[in-house]
């Protein structure tokens, strides 16, 4: 009966491609078009930002951004360049109840954070203002958090970290405009520092610009007690189309 109402609702409202809206026939995910147009970021790349380099360097080396200003979080890494395709994925999943991308983008994060899932002690979503939550009704980090957290046996931590001032939207700020703008913004509830005291924690979020966000993050959780925050997220923009910031 199961497989009879599936074939019904595809034939009804045949699956579509998140990205360009044409029709997949009977697959999943990306139509083959907009596959061959997402970048994934593979080696090489900076080994604390994961910033993709346009040749290798060498193992271990570090982005002039990474030795300049490094952050308070180890590394970080993201599973594909916020071009055209990821946007559109993003923007569906975030602004248009995609939720059911959610398995798909974790996949793709677990690939690209292995290394960083491999002896993490927790995963914890960014949150979002309780504001934008029920506007939103969804967080989409805590989404992403679950897909990912469940194949790779790494518990989410939800409520650890607490979203206490509503920043205005980040998009036409500069880069130290969103650092001034993410001042403050969060806080580990003092009755959950047990929690990650001492603890390998990943943070998970959707798209990673200039890193105010994750900065903001990783240090309440270190102030915290946490022993080490990285950060893994669907999609960072990298400077210069596919040149290393």
């Known amino acids: ?11 009804a409202l045949p699956p579509l491609c998140p990205s360009c809206r044409e029709p997949l026939g009977d697959g999943a995910g990306l139509c083959a078009s ?7 970021i593979e080696p090489p790349y900076c080994a604390r930002l994961g910033i993709p380099f346009t040749y290798d360097p060498g193992p271990g080396l570090l982005s002039m951004e990474a030795i300049a200003n490094p952050p308070s979080y180890d590394r970080a890494r993201a599973a594909v360049r916020y071009d055209d395709v990821a946007r559109a994925l993003v923007h569906a999943f975030k602004y248009s109840d995609r939720l059911d991308l959610a ?9 690209a954070g292995r290394e960083l899932l491999d002896g993490a002690d927790a995963l914890v979503p960014v949150p979002l203002h309780w504001r934008r939550l029920w506007a939103r009704r ?4 805590a989404a992403l958090a679950a897909a990912i957290g469940g194949p790779a046996g790494v518990p989410a931590l939800h409520g650890v970290l607490n979203r206490v001032r509503a920043t205005p939207q980040q998009v036409g700020l500069s880069k130290a405009q969103r650092a001034d703008n993410m001042q403050g913004a969060f806080r580990v509830a003092p009755e959950r520092k047990a929690d990650i005291a001492g603890r390998r924690l990943v943070l998970i ?4 610009t200039s890193g105010a966000t994750a900065e903001a993050s990783a240090r309440a959780l270190l102030r915290a007690g946490a022993a080490q925050v990285d950060v893994l997220v669907f999609a960072r923009v990298v400077a210069g189309g596919r040149s290393p910031i």
């Open 138 to 141: 969804f967080n989409q980090s």
């Open 103 to 111: 398995p798909m983008m974790g996949r793709w994060m677990a690939r």
């Open 1 to 11: 009966m199961r497989a009879a109402f599936r074939f019904a609702l595809d034939v």
């Open 34 to 40: 907009c596959w061959s147009k997402l970048s994934l």
């Open 205 to 208: 979020d959707d798209v990673l």
